[in-house]
């Protein structure tokens, strides 16, 4: 079956460094990929996304290349916030399910 | 603007009793699904609906119930069965390829 691997957690950092979140997919065919961010006491929301291989979607800094050689979209920002601490979710859609695949999730804190 | 809304944020349950925790979203999308979040964990499918009168188990479907009368509701029943029933539970929604999320309901069993 499908599934989704993250790096583990909790991660934390200084502000303004370099952000790393690794994610890699098992899939059949060529899913669609996601980047989800949930803040304390909250939903998920989207925060980027990749339809197909090499896309790279990128919003609020951050960004993310679907890789289809090694099944990767490692989700980066070049400086963070203490503003970007949350737990982070990779994802992958699952067409003929209809529904989505999970990581396990990422905590990032960001110390000032 | 459109959205999904669920509602209570917070619900408190006796033991042996049936709670019923509501999401409504305005987006005109067909599928919707209903997750469970635990302290420091990810998500686990409860179940989820395609399309109106229809709905599948996901992964942890026991002890809970669902209804979808209509497109634009998705209500959760959680019954005396589901013997560990504290949790945050989030609703969401699709139009394909994405979901968008509920801001979640914590239910604590008192």
């Known amino acids: 079956g499908n599934s989704v691997t993250q790096m583990e957690g909790p991660v934390t950092l200084s502000e303004e460094a370099f952000l790393t979140i690794n994610c890699t997919y098992t899939?059949?065919?060529?899913?669609?990929l996601f980047w989800y961010v949930q803040y304390p006491g909250e939903g998920l929301q989207l925060l980027l996304k990749?339809?197909?291989?090499?896309d790279k979607g990128s919003n609020k800094g951050f960004e993310a290349t679907y890789r289809k050689e090694t099944t990767s979209f490692h989700l980066e920002k070049g400086s963070v916030q203490v503003s970007d601490s949350a737990v982070y979710f990779c994802?992958?859609?699952?067409?003929?399910?209809?529904?989505?695949?999970f990581g396990d999730g990422t905590t990032l804190t960001v110390k000032p | 603007d459109g959205g999904i809304t669920q509602s209570p944020k917070y619900l408190f349950r006796k033991e042996g009793q049936n709670v019923t925790l509501s999401c409504e979203q305005n987006?005109?999308?067909?599928?919707m699904y209903w997750y469970r979040q635990d302290p420091g964990q990810g998500l686990r499918l409860i179940y989820y609906?395609?399309?109106?009168?229809?709905?599948q188990k996901g992964d942890i479907a026991e002890g809970y119930s669902v209804s979808r009368e209509k497109k634009e509701s998705f209500p959760l029943t959680v019954t005396s069965a589901q013997k560990n029933p504290t949790a945050f539970y989030l609703c969401?929604?699709?139009?394909?390829?994405?979901?968008?999320f509920g801001s979640g309901t914590r239910l604590t069993v008192v």
């Open positions: 969401a929604s699709s139009i394909g390829r994405g979901y968008t």
């Open positions: 899939a059949t065919g060529y899913p669609s």
């Open positions: 990749a339809t197909k291989a090499d």
């Open positions: 994802a992958l859609w699952e067409t003929n399910a209809g529904k989505s695949t």
């Open positions: 987006l005109n999308h067909d599928a």
């Open positions: 609906s395609q399309i109106v009168n229809d709905f």
